[in-house]
């Protein structure tokens, strides 16, 4: 099943997209166990997440202006949390969302970090639309379910070749 990670410190935002993944990733055949959902209100809870995780995330959820430290500390446009998702092996798919799309970092990030040079399949979601769970659930199933049979091949017969490896592939492990 799918590891997830979300990263919100609004409480309702948080408990709505972790209901949205139980529901929409439940498990298809008997025994199949829950998707893992990890979820992270600061900074400092998302990293030691990140570092701690016995096995890697399929999918990093990460809001832009997230408390360094406490609930109720001052929030700031973070970009630390994705460049560590980023170093992980496999890469996850990173699922920025904001209520700030405006913002010249988050832009900027979105910009040089994930059109540039980065996993092609990273996407920035604005929480101002008001379908944007909808938009979210479609993209996270497009990349979990609606992979190309040649990395699934790839995987089985354990492909070497770090050059065609297609980055944020889900790894089944």
């Known amino acids: 099943m799918p ?14 997209l972790r209901n949205l993944l139980k529901l929409d990733f439940k498990p298809l055949l008997p025994g199949e166990g829950e998707p893992q959902i990890d979820v992270a209100a600061t900074v400092a809870e998302a990293k030691e997440l990140l570092k701690n995780a016995r096995k890697p995330y399929h999918v990093a959820i990460l809001d832009f202006k997230l408390p360094a430290e406490h609930i109720g500390d001052l929030t700031t446009v973070d970009e630390t949390l994705c460049l560590q998702a980023m170093r992980s092996k496999p890469v996850p798919l990173i699922a920025h969302i904001t209520s700030n799309p405006t913002d010249e970092k988050v832009k900027t990030h979105i910009k040089e970090w994930h059109t540039e040079h980065a996993n092609r399949y990273d996407f920035a979601l604005s929480k101002v639309e008001s379908d944007w769970t909808d938009k979210l659930l479609a993209e996270l199933k ?5 992979r190309p049979i040649e990395g699934q091949l790839d995987q089985m017969f354990g492909e070497e070749d770090e ?11």
């Open 163 to 173: 050059e065609k490896r297609v980055p944020g592939v889900l790894l089944t492990t």
């Open 142 to 146: 497009k990349f979990l379910y609606g």
């Open 3 to 16: 590891r997830f990670l979300i990263v919100e410190d609004d409480a309702e935002t948080s408990k709505v």
